[in-house]
């Protein structure tokens, strides 16, 4: 299938996007901020982990992704963003010493429980050239996700060398698993996040605090979506689709096509009205008979993104861009306690 850009809608300037990542989605109330601090961003995939970066106030010099459909989806949305396709592995971060916030989402297949979790034998593992960039950087900060897989006792050395080779670099590091439902987003989406302090700016930084507001059931996120062919059938459905949703999965780059996963992910969807078996191309129209299939449109929203993003590509490869995406409203909660402990820093540094 030929390359092409899937659409959101039309509405919202650059301003309105950003202002609905950083209040609307519920996590948090992030005001806009006046110090300049600097990204370097590695496996950006579809931006959804660069959205909160850049909500939570930090300006990228670069995003590293090695996937071409991922990297158009980057250029598209933002012509301004200095886009590198490039292998992690063989990527020279040299020229960007002294960047504030190294960030990304590192491959997950190694340590997901849906494969076998390899960890470091697998040859998709990047921790080793995230290790390499913080070095040849030596950034203020890091923060890095993942799957909760990482946590299993399985890994807890390697977790342990990842720390040792931080703490001699000078960083204090801490992994912490988030729900992304604790953030705004309608799904149950586990995701750790590894965060690395270097020791003269650590003190100050807290993890986000979730707030007490409960995410849009399904059915309330998508209704608007839903009844947009004319299907008399979506009110019927929303009140159906009355909890959050399961998590997406996207696949990997080798496996995985555009539908909802495994059975058991499926038989969740079925249980909120919705044909996991497959994404739509058109929402319902008017007649139709039988449980709907999400679009890659409504799949992007229950991930967090802002309804004019739009993602390039056939359906399969935008579907594996939303699907592996961070959400961007967690991303933001946790990158925005890293903006103000950074700022933080710099005023005692100031004062002294």
């Known amino acids: 299938m030929a390359n092409r850009l899937i659409p959101g809608d039309e509405r919202g300037t650059l301003h309105d996007r950003r202002l609905k ?17 600097t990204a370097l961003e590695l496996c950006a995939g579809a931006g959804g982990q660069a959205l909160g970066i850049e909500a939570a106030g930090f300006e990228h010099v670069a995003l590293v992704e090695i996937n071409s459909h991922a990297c158009k989806t ?9 886009v590198i396709q490039q292998d992690l592995n063989t990527f020279d971060a040299s020229l960007y010493k002294g960047v504030d916030l190294v960030c990304g989402g590192l491959p997950c297949p190694p340590f997901s429980k849906a494969g076998k979790q390899l960890g470091a034998d697998d040859e998709r593992n990047l921790f080793p050239a995230a290790v390499n960039v913080i070095r040849q950087t030596m950034p203020k900060a890091v923060m890095i996700e993942n799957v909760r897989g990482i946590l299993d006792a399985v890994f807890v050395d390697y977790r342990e060398a990842i720390r040792q080779q ?11 698993l988030l729900n992304a439902s604790d953030y705004g987003v309608s799904q149950l989406r586990p995701r750790v996040v590894f965060v690395a302090l270097r020791r003269d700016v650590a003190a100050d930084f807290k993890w986000p605090v979730p707030p007490d507001s409960k995410p849009p059931s399904v059915g309330d996120l998508l209704f608007d979506l839903m009844a947009s062919g004319g299907w008399e059938g979506a009110p019927l459905w929303r009140d159906r689709a009355s909890e959050i949703a399961p998590t997406l999965v996207g696949g990997s780059h080798k496996h995985g096509g555009p539908d909802l996963g495994p059975t058991r992910a499926r038989r969740a969807w079925e249980s909120l009205s919705v044909d996991g078996k497959g994404i739509a191309n058109e929402v319902p129209t008017p007649g139709f008979v039988g449980l709907p299939r999400l679009t890659l449109r409504m799949a992007a929203r229950i991930q967090g993104f802002p309804d004019n993003w739009e993602f390039a590509g056939g359906k399969t490869h935008s579907y594996r861009q939303i699907g592996n995406a961070f959400p961007p409203p967690v991303a933001a909660a946790v990158a925005s306690r890293i903006f103000d402990c950074l700022q933080a820093a710099a005023k005692v540094r100031r004062i002294a």
Do not use: A, C, Q, V
């Open 74 to 82: 980057l250029r598209h949305n933002r012509p301004s963003w200095n």
């Open 21 to 37: 990542i950083r209040g609307e989605n519920r996590h948090g109330d992030f005001t806009l901020k006046t110090m300049k601090l």
């Open 166 to 176: 931080l703490d001699e670099l000078g960083y204090e590091t801490e992994w912490k």
